[in-house]
């Protein structure tokens, strides 16, 4: 996908986030992150937001911490999630191809790893306002989706600090469903996964589904669609692969 791709799909993203949250109310809990209630939601996603901003507007090129969690609430705190969700979409927008600044997986460039990132960061965090609002989610686009179970494959959990490990090698084998091509293989160890976008070889375990509902299920947000093999291994996945800010 291209940058401006992402940055179209953050827009539309960031907004219905703040139209489910509006519908919820910050006091309801989010079902999809326990313990959370969508003022958590809306305080750690507009975080990150301006977080990410920083970078890209200032070309920090050395990491720097977020600057914390607000102490709103309510419509003001919606406000605020709106305003720097917008900052976001206007910085990554106008940003130069070639800005220099600090990022955290491998990319084309910068710019590219930010809009792809705070893409999907936003994505995943409406499917959990609409969790907490109830009734249709949104839904999310094939290609998108398989962009997204790739990041979370290849990158995310290529880097030492993952936690899907296991004593033994065992294979597991992610397969969308009428996208074609869109297969990997995560080869689990005592080490970090290592995965290839390929679907040869025998695998000890198997989730298939459609891009949209895989995407939902490896970042823990839905049920796993389809099982096959040994479900040990999915029961790891849902157990250490979570993906947490610190």
């Given at each position: 996908m291209e940058i401006t791709a992402f940055v179209e799909t953050l827009r539309l993203e960031g907004g219905r986030l703040a139209a489910a949250a509006e519908e919820a109310g910050t006091?309801?809990?989010?079902?999809?992150?326990?313990?959370?209630?969508?003022?958590?939601?809306?305080?750690?996603?507009?975080?990150?937001?301006?977080?990410?901003?920083?970078?890209?507007?200032?070309?920090?090129?050395?990491?720097?911490?977020?600057?914390?969690?607000?102490?709103?609430?309510?419509?003001?705190?919606?406000?605020?999630?709106?305003?720097?969700?917008?900052?976001?979409?206007?910085?990554?927008?106008?940003?130069?191809?070639?800005?220099?600044?600090?990022?955290?997986?491998?990319?084309?460039?910068?710019?590219?790893?930010?809009?792809?990132?705070?893409?999907?960061?936003?994505?995943?965090?409406?499917?959990?306002?609409?969790?907490?609002?109830g009734g249709t989610p949104a839904g999310v686009g094939a290609d998108f989706a398989v962009d997204g179970i790739d990041e979370l494959l290849c990158a995310f959990h290529a880097r030492p600090r993952s936690a899907v490990r296991c004593a033994e090698p065992r294979t597991l084998r992610v397969r969308a469903t009428g996208a074609p091509g869109a297969v990997w293989t995560v080869r689990l160890s005592a080490g970090p996964p290592v995965t290839s976008r390929t679907g040869t070889g025998a695998a000890d375990c198997e989730l298939a589904g459609t891009a949209a509902s895989l995407y939902a299920a490896l970042w823990n947000r839905r049920p796993f669609p389809e099982v096959t093999g040994?479900?040990?291994?999915?029961?790891?996945?849902?157990?250490?692969?979570?993906?947490t800010w610190d």
């Open positions: 006091g309801a809990e989010v079902p999809t992150c326990p313990g959370w209630r969508v003022r958590d939601l809306l305080r750690h996603t507009g975080m990150v937001h301006r977080w990410a901003t920083a970078f890209v507007a200032e070309a920090l090129t050395e990491y720097r911490p977020d600057g914390g969690l607000p102490g709103l609430d309510g419509d003001e705190l919606v406000a605020w999630f709106r305003e720097g969700h917008e900052r976001l979409v206007t910085t990554l927008a106008a940003a130069p191809p070639d800005v220099r600044c600090w990022h955290f997986l491998p990319a084309p460039s910068p710019l590219a790893f930010w809009a792809r990132r705070q893409a999907h960061e936003t994505t995943v965090h409406r499917l959990d306002a609409e969790s907490a609002r040994d479900p040990s291994l999915a029961a790891l996945w849902r157990e250490k692969s979570g993906v």
